[in-house]
Each structure stands twice: as C-alpha cells, then as structure tokens.
C-alpha cells in the first residue's frame, strides 16, 4: 500500500507494525520523519534492537543483511533492521534479498528501507513485495502551490493558528525549503503564547535572515538552483554583508563534496566518506544531487576558485591576479556549482 509522509503516522497508529516499510524520495525532512514515526512506533511495540545498514556503493555485502534476516537476535526478541539506500536502487543482488526477506517475513523483525530518490524507474519487484507485504511511502518535493497548505497543516499540528496571509509570508520566507520551514515553525511556537498570528506579527517573529543566510546559500547552489542563487546574493548584498564573511562556510562545503567526489571516482565507500565528513542523513540527498552535475576535477577547481574569491573580498591578490569585484566572481562560482553550463563563467 502507498502512502504520503503525512498519512503515515495515522496508519501505523491504527494497525500492528507491518513486517515491512519503504520510505523513499528527494525531500529529506519528509523522509527522516516519515522514518522517525516507523522507529517511535517500533520502540512502542518492544522492538529494542536496531540494526542499520548503510548499502551504498558496490563493495556492500548484501549476504551480511540475508545473514541478519535469517540469525536469531542475541540481544531482544524484537528487531528494527534498517536498510539505507541512497539512490533507492539496491542492484541485482540487493533486490533479490530484498524480495527474498519479503516472501518469508520473520515474525520478531521488522524491516525499514530508505532511500534518498525515488520515481518509477527506481521500482522493482522488490519494492512490489514491500508494496504488499507492509507499505511504500514516497517523499515527493512540496510543489510551490502546496507549501502553504503543508505550512499550515504543520502551524496546526504545534498549536498554532494563523491567518492566510501569514502562512503565505512564511511560504515566500522559506522559499520552498521544508526544513527552514519546520524550523521556523518550531519557532513560532516558542514565541507566539497561543496567540493567532497575522502577517505583520509572523513578519516581527520570523527572522530577516531566513531567506538570506549562508547556511541557505550553499543549499541552493548544491541544489542546481542558479536563480535561487542569484537572488539570495542579491539579498545578501542588499543587507550589507561582507563577501569575506560568507567565504569559510563555502570553501569548507566546496571541500567536502570534493572529498565525496574523489571517493566517488574511485568506486569507494561513499557512505562511510559521509559519515567521515559528519554529513547528516537529510542532508546526504542534497550532496549526491551536487556530485551527478561535475567531475571530481571540476570539484576540485571549484575549491580553487573559492580561495581566488577569498582573497580577492580580503584584499590579497597573487601576482597577476585582477581585482574583480568580489560579489561578481563569487556569483560565478556558485553559478557552476549549480549549473554546469556555468563554467564558461568561471575564465571570463
């Protein structure tokens, strides 16, 4: 059975645990608490024991999580065995493990797949099995004309009440990212004393920086959203930021996904290069939607460019470097993070 993230919780209140669950898609916020509520309900049902498998990259053993499935627990008799796919493609190999789990289900484990993707190329018979046997849950994007509805059913869900205008301030703030949103929503309920909030009072509560921060910024560009970028620089800019001070979030970003990249090429162990470059699961969808648009080469030059652009906010030129406008070449750069046709821009 197919659900949404949202319908989810409702379903697994009002039946027992199904033996398996598949929650997939490219808005993380909707993926990590749609799997929250899976491992929340799995606690309330005795099942103390989790195991998680991360199955990215070719050198994953899918025999060790067949050899999971079939070995008793040593520790409780009820286990959460997660298994963590990416791409949402578990391969051959994965797929028939899968599928194999499902047609004989064991009655102390219940088993939780995730993936960071999802479309109708990514499914299978093993997602089938899943299908039949417990429930897919697939975390589309929030469309534009469907955020204030999201917004306004999450208001409500923190006991908060707010008029039609305000919500849709708050859906131009976030501009379409659902974890700002949830984040400013928490927020909200810590500083609106159950009060109702109309525009005005949710535009003194939300904080200008919402839309234009750094943190924001660096999402777009990892994200393939040129325009997006254009104008949180421009907004930037407008308020009087200094490029120099924006430049150490982005050169250590530029580094990470250059660290990933590199691992990527060589056939690596990309989930444990996440895990060594402190990558949060809801954000890994973010850097494997980045690495699909330049070459471990181009990452690298990237990170290069960023130091030019430090140097030239600071003031320290090398021997025959221009003093371009730091705004100008910062543009540039981010650009080609976002789009690949932008790299022309990088030389001129």
């Known amino acids: 059975m197919e659900l949404t993230p949202e319908r989810l919780p409702a379903q697994l209140a009002a039946e027992p645990l199904r033996p398996a669950y598949l929650i997939a898609g490219p808005e993380p916020l909707r993926v990590l608490e749609a799997a929250d509520a899976v491992r929340a309900r799995a606690k309330e049902a005795g099942y103390a024991e989790r195991e998680v498998f991360d199955a990215d990259g070719r050198d994953f053993d899918w025999n060790s999580l067949d050899a999971t499935f079939r070995a008793p627990s040593l520790f409780a008799s009820q286990r959460l065995i997660e298994v963590r796919l990416p791409t949402a493609k578990p391969g051959k190999e994965g797929a028939q493990v899968i599928a194999g789990y499902c047609a004989d289900p064991q009655p102390d484990i219940v088993l939780l797949v995730t993936g960071g993707e999802w479309s109708r190329q990514h499914g299978g018979k093993w997602s089938d099995a899943i299908g039949k046997l417990g429930h897919v849950v697939v975390a589309n994007p929030v469309r534009p004309h469907e955020l204030p509805g999201w917004i306004e059913a999450r208001l409500r869900s923190r006991g908060l009440r707010a008029d039609r205008d305000a919500v849709q301030r708050l859906a131009e703030r976030v501009e379409g990212n659902l974890l700002a949103a949830a984040q400013e929503i928490d927020k909200l309920a810590l500083l609106a004393d159950g009060q109702p909030l109309d525009a005005a009072r949710m535009e003194a509560l939300v904080a200008d920086a919402a839309r234009y921060d750094v943190f924001r910024l660096v999402d777009a560009a990892l994200n393939g959203q040129p325009a997006q970028v254009s104008r949180m620089l421009a907004g930037l800019r407008a308020e009087g930021q200094a490029v120099f001070a924006l430049m150490g979030m982005i050169v250590m970003e530029l580094q990470r996904v250059a660290a990933l990249a590199r691992v990527q090429e060589r056939g690596g162990n990309l989930a444990a290069e996440f895990k060594a470059q402190r990558v949060w699961d809801s954000k890994q969808a973010v850097y494997r939607r980045a690495l699909q648009r330049h070459p471990a080469s181009r990452w690298q030059r990237l990170v290069a460019e960023a130091g030019r652009v430090d140097r030239i ?36």
């Open 313 to 348: 906010a600071k003031g320290r030129f090398r021997i025959g470097e221009e003093s371009d406008d730091a705004w100008q070449v910062l543009e540039r750069l981010l650009l080609t993070v976002a789009e690949p046709k932008a790299a022309a821009l990088l030389a001129s």
